[in-house]
Nanobody
Framework: QVQLVESGGGLVQAGGSLRLSCAAS????????MGWYRHAPGKQRELVAT???????NYADSVKGRFTISRVNAKNTVYLQMNSLKPEDTAVYYC??????????????WGQGTQVTVSS
C-alpha cells in the first residue's frame, strides 16, 4: 500500500522556523511532482510549493523568500523548510505526490496532514 507520511509540524513563535518532511513508501515505480499545500480554518486549501522530478520549484507569492522546498529522490522524500514564520502561516500542511506505480497505475496521493501553529 502506497502512503505519504508527514512529520515536523508543531508550535513555534513568529519569526521562528520549522522543517516539514514527507516520505513516500510502498511499491512505487516513480515519483513526478511533489508538493505542499495548506488548509487554514475558514479558508480554502492552497498551494504552498511544488517541485518537479527535475528540481524545478514553484512557490505561492505569500511564502516566496521564506520557504524552501527540496527533495531527495533516493529517499522518496520531500521537505519544506519554513523560515520567518508568521501567524498567518498557521494551517494544516499536506504533502502531495504524483506517482506511477508498477503496472503503470498513475495518480495523486495525499498525506494525512501535519499541524503548524505560529503564535504572535
Amino acid at each position: 500500500q502506497v502512503q505519504l507520511v508527514e512529520s515536523g509540524g508543531g508550535l513555534v513563535q513568529a519569526g521562528g522556523s520549522l522543517r516539514l518532511s514527507c516520505a513516500a513508501s510502498g511499491s512505487i515505480f516513480s515519483i513526478n511532482a511533489m508538493g505542499w499545500y495548506r488548509h487554514a480554518p475558514g479558508k480554502q486549501r492552497e498551494l504552498v510549493a511544488t517541485i518537479t522530478s527535475g528540481d524545478r520549484t514553484n512557490y505561492a507569492d505569500s511564502v516566496k523568500g521564506r520557504f524552501t522546498i527540496s527533495r531527495v529522490n533516493a529517499k522518496n522524500t520531500v521537505y519544506l523548510q519554513m523560515n520567518s514564520l508568521k501567524p498567518e502561516d498557521t494551517a494544516v500542511y499536506y504533502c502531495n505526490a504524483a506517482m506511477v506505480l508498477p503496472g503503470a497505475l498513475q495518480g495523486s496521493w495525499w498525506g494525512q496532514g501535519t499541524q503548524v501553529t505560529v503564535s504572535s
